[in-house]
């Protein structure tokens, strides 16, 4: 029983909610426009969920080789950090989610395409295959990308542009160029929770030779960046919402700006790195309630 709570909190449920907020917008998105189908839904929820856990076990894999996981570390210790799981544990449980998540994406995309429109098939396998790579290398290997301040960029990619606007096309099977503005608004908001854990781990990871974009920018750099990834958010969001408004239904979503507004007060604020720590959980689940209400206005 210990060792199965180990690796459910290496798999870091609470990373979950928002890693599925990129699936309810473009759902809800194409659900709008009259194209649904539940089992899309439900493998695009569950290969989202496997690449999120595939993410979490390989950072906790690659920080706790390279010994970036010590004692000064400020947030929840790690797996392998604490010894509940050893190196070569981890790695059999990264190969085995990247397996299960590859599986999952085979099935998504064969409910989506069928055997017809090969091509789009193939582009889709790509970019599956490329999100669980993407999931590895953030930390894992001498070239990970992670400690060179490229996170962000991965991050808003893979968790706002493909998740939404991915999500989106493989039930319309068609382009619909609006929907790159909400799909980049996760994606920014998605790089804002990686930010907040940069933030609070900037000064631990710049010892140990991991150079985040927190890192690069310092501390009131950062802050800096974190307004821009915030209020771009409700802006791109605000502006969608005004090109599709038919009825209130439509802003109701609006009511998620409020704790984001107040998260970035608290946030400009910060003297102390440890109290940004509960902020990754408000801004986490601003961003996946905004998701639940725009997809509930959508549906309405």
């Not at 950072?59 to 706790?64: C, F, I, L, V, W």
């Not at 994606?187 to 900037?202: I, P």
């Not at 007060?265 to 720590?277: G, I």
């Amino acid at each position: 029983m210990k060792k199965i709570n180990s690796w459910v909190n290496a798999a870091r449920l609470r990373t979950l909610p928002l890693s599925i907020s990129g699936i309810l917008v473009g759902s809800t998105i194409a659900a709008q426009q009259g194209y649904f189908s539940l089992g899309i839904f439900s493998l695009a929820l569950a290969t989202t969920l496997g690449l999120q856990v595939l993410s979490n076990f390989a950072n906790d894999y690659g920080d706790g080789v390279k010994g970036t996981d010590n004692d000064e570390r400020i947030g929840p210790q790690r797996a392998i950090q604490s010894g509940l799981i050893s190196h070569s544990e981890m790695k059999n449980g990264i190969i085995l989610t990247s397996i299960i998540t590859f599986i999952l994406a085979i099935c998504l995309i064969y409910a989506s395409f069928g055997s017809e429109d090969f091509l789009y098939s193939l582009v889709f396998i790509g970019l599956g295959v490329a999100s669980i790579v993407a999931a590895i290398k953030y930390t894992v290997g001498n070239s990970a990308y992670g400690y060179r301040g490229l996170g962000d960029i991965f991050v808003f990619i893979f968790f706002g542009i493909v998740a939404v606007f991915g999500s989106f096309f493989l039930y319309v099977n068609d382009f619909d160029w609006t929907v790159l503005m909400p799909a980049a608004a996760i994606g920014l908001l998605s790089a804002g929770v990686l930010n907040l854990n940069n933030m609070r781990d900037r000064v631990p990871d710049e010892k140990s030779g991991k150079i985040t974009l927190a890192v690069k920018l310092g501390e009131k750099g950062a802050k800096t960046y974190h307004y821009f990834l915030i209020i771009g958010a409700i802006f791109l969001m605000t502006v969608y919402s005004a090109l599709i408004f038919e009825g209130w239904d439509d802003i109701i979503f609006y009511i998620a700006f409020i704790p984001l507004v107040l998260h970035l007060k608290r946030v400009m604020q910060n003297e102390s790195p440890a109290l940004l720590d509960p902020e990754l959980k408000v801004l986490a689940l601003s961003t996946f309630a905004m998701s639940l209400l725009f997809g509930f206005g959508q549906i309405l």
